[in-house]
């Protein structure tokens, strides 16, 4: 029951303002101690990883502490990816014992998301999670929620996903699309939605997304991000970001320019990814993604990393959890007969 309540708390960190770090930390540490059945081969891996973010300390010129977050920060997901692997391996079910705690969590998430919802707008509630004082608009000039992931595309995005593993139904996903409002999460849904359907039926709504998508422009601000020309000023921005961060030393280029200086929120992460990691941890990166991957979690695997090319959803405190535990999903499970969705 420990390591359960350990889990929703961990998910919730946000929640606990200047806490969250410790909260999370706690999780992380048992995680960490309670890894199981580790091959030969991944020990290899493993042994490889270390020595990266060991040269990567040995280089860094910048304070420590700052250091080691910046390593947490992307880097959390993989401890929890090698625990929940362990789990699938250990229990002999199809089904990790963190399904149920994962159920509740996602029931429970979007009760306290429209709760801040009606709260924030009505009775001028301020909540923790709310990280910055720039309120979003919608049509009708109301205030979305941020929710657990103290930022609406990472609580949307995570949300929708534990919503097509968990249930068959889509009025969760209505729920959190209109009281959250990501167009990442928008999309996601459409895309689960068409991954569901027939050929013709694929053509028609991919159409009729077309047809309407001048309309979501102009009467839904989060759609206005949708947009090639969002795409560049962000592009433009973050490559200056990178060549600065660089500062045209060919050495970073290969281990990762030291520390993020506190940058650990904004749009483009997976830029700043490679800001801090540099092109061998890169390849690190993808060579976990490559070996976890398979026919059963690639859905929700390619949806989270599409994501984080907007904002930080694998790196949150609550996002490296849910990648992990998504990671871990074993391709046997695939011809389990199990309650939900693309799960």
């Not at 409002?181 to 359907?197: D, N, P, Q, R």
């Not at 997304?209 to 989060?222: A, D, H, Q």
Request: glycine residues 6%.
């Amino acid at each position: 029951m420990l390591d359960k309540a350990l889990f929703l708390l961990a998910l919730n960190s946000y929640y606990f303002g200047s806490a969250a770090i410790l909260i999370f930390g706690l999780f992380f540490l048992y995680t960490l101690f309670n890894i199981r059945v580790v091959s030969v081969k991944e020990i290899i891996f493993i042994s490889g990883f270390f020595l990266f973010l060991f040269v990567k300390i040995i280089l860094s010129e910048g304070p420590i502490l700052e250091l080691l977050n910046d390593i947490r920060f992307f880097w959390a997901f993989y401890v929890f990816y090698l625990f929940f692997k362990s789990r699938w391996k250990s229990i002999d079910c199809h089904k990790n014992s963190y399904n149920g705690p994962l159920a509740a969590f996602f029931y429970c998430s979007i009760a306290l998301t429209l709760f801040e919802f009606f709260s924030t707008n009505y009775l001028g509630l301020e909540w923790v999670v709310r990280t910055h004082n720039v309120a979003f608009e919608l049509q009708e000039g109301l205030a979305r929620s941020y929710g657990f992931g103290a930022n609406a595309t990472v609580t949307s995005v995570i949300l929708v996903l534990l919503s097509a593993w968990l249930t068959k139904s889509v009025v969760w996903d209505f729920i959190i699309l209109v009281f959250v409002t990501s167009g990442t999460a928008f999309g996601i849904f459409v895309i689960k939605l068409i991954f569901k359907m027939k050929l013709s039926y694929k053509i028609s709504v991919i159409l009729f997304l077309i047809l309407i998508y001048p309309f979501l422009m102009k009467n839904f601000p989060s759609f206005s991000k949708i947009s090639i020309d969002y795409f560049d000023y962000i592009l433009d921005f973050k490559m200056g970001q990178i060549s600065k961060g660089f500062s045209s030393d060919d050495f970073k280029w290969l281990w990762g320019a030291g520390n993020l200086d506190g940058l650990r929120t904004g749009d483009f992460q997976a830029l700043d990814f490679i800001l801090f990691n540099g092109f061998v941890g890169v390849i690190i990166f993808f060579c976990i993604i490559w070996q976890a991957v398979n026919c059963t979690n690639a859905f929700f695997v390619i949806s989270m990393l599409v994501a984080t090319l907007h904002y930080q959803v694998i790196f949150s405190l609550p996002g490296s959890i849910i990648f992990g535990f998504f990671l871990s999903i074993p391709c046997s499970l695939r011809h389990a007969k199990k309650k939900g969705g693309l799960g």
